[in-house]
């Protein structure tokens, strides 16, 4: 494999997945994306974003899972940041298989939703424009700095959300919610970017475990606050199992958590690396799509 990609990285995905698809998803790594953006339903509409697009002479093509979401497949980033529709915060910049987990939480108006790893905010974004900003939305950030981009962003994007800055972990066991989003920290395994000049990302072993270590206590954490009856979307950037479905499994041993599984006609939408939990949904990296994986939880008891 491409010596670029890191030592342990390649061991893993040589093991999980045999050499036919970590050549197919080094190729992934190796693709330069198009820009894709997500239409805010807050503060525009279609008509409104993709007139502004038609008269730049900026071509876009439509996303056939989601109505919201459009693919400009040739424009630059900094084209797109010199429009009204980007600077009055009427669109978000973000990859296709971000916008998966909000859309699979499916938030309800006038619920209580906890994004438990919210920064920079692409999702609490996307969670409050699919209430049409009827939902409670408490929005959790340990990193200060990281904290005060969400912040920027709920701000422009006219989102609405109660940021608490501090470790999720932390988060008081008085709290419940109808709702929760865990977009996790991860390695970011799935959206390692091939391309020159871009160093080599760190990979090993007992950074892995640490990573682990944080995602299934912070799922801990979720199932003390989510609601019973209560349904929560755990997702990473990362292609690795035990980032993936070991925690989750971890969750369903907790005798609390059932499996929802994400519908196949909406899994079918996207290109896939086999799981050993069907009904979850891992997203091979692709000329279109970063790695991702996303399952849907719901609380039994
Ligand atoms: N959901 C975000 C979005 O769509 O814009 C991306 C989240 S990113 C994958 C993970 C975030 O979790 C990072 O901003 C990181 O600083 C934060 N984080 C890491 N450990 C945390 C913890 N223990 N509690 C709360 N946030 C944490």
């Known amino acids: 494999m491409d010596e670029r990609i890191p030592a342990y990285l390649q061991e893993r995905l040589l093991s999980c997945y045999g050499q036919e698809t970590a050549e197919r998803i080094e190729l992934g790594y190796k693709a330069v994306r198009p820009v894709t953006m997500r239409i805010n339903t807050l503060s ?27 693919i400009l497949s040739e424009a630059r980033e900094n084209e797109i940041e010199k429009l009204n ?22 938030p309800q108006p006038g619920e209580a939703v906890l994004d438990m790893a919210a920064a920079p905010g692409g999702k609490t974004t996307q969670i ?16 200060a700095r990281r904290a ?8 422009m994007q006219k989102a609405s959300a109660l940021v608490m800055q501090k470790d999720a972990r932390d988060l008081d066991d008085l709290f419940r919610f109808d709702r929760i989003l865990l977009d996790a920290p991860c390695t970011g395994s799935g959206t390692l970017e091939l391309r020159d000049g871009v160093p080599p990302r760190r990979m090993t072993p007992d950074w892995v475990l ?9 799922m801990a954490k979720a199932i003390r606050l989510l ?11 990362s292609i690795l199992p035990e980032e993936n479905e070991d925690v989750v499994t971890y969750a369903l041993k907790t005798g609390n958590m059932e499996l929802v599984p994400i519908e196949d006609d909406f899994m079918h939408d996207f290109p896939q690396l ?9 997203v091979c990296p692709d000329a279109l799509h970063e790695g991702f994986y996303v399952a849907k939880l719901r609380k039994i008891r």
């Open 85 to 106: 529709v980007y600077s009055e915060g009427k669109v978000y910049l973000q990859n296709l298989s971000a916008m998966i987990p909000p859309v699979v939480l499916n």
């Open 227 to 237: 609601k019973k009856g209560g349904e929560m979307v755990y997702s990473t950037c």
């Open 44 to 70: 525009a509409d279609r008509g409104e974003v993709c007139g502004e697009l038609d008269r730049a002479g900026i071509a876009w093509q439509n996303v056939d899972w989601y109505e919201q979401a459009l």
């Open 274 to 282: 086999p799981v050993k939990l069907p009904g979850t949904l891992l």
């Open 128 to 143: 409050a424009a699919l209430t049409g900003g009827k939902a409670q939305i408490t929005a959790c950030e340990r990193d």
């Open 210 to 218: 640490k990573t682990v270590k944080t995602q299934k206590a912070m």
């Open 148 to 155: 005060e981009r969400l912040r920027y962003n709920l701000k």
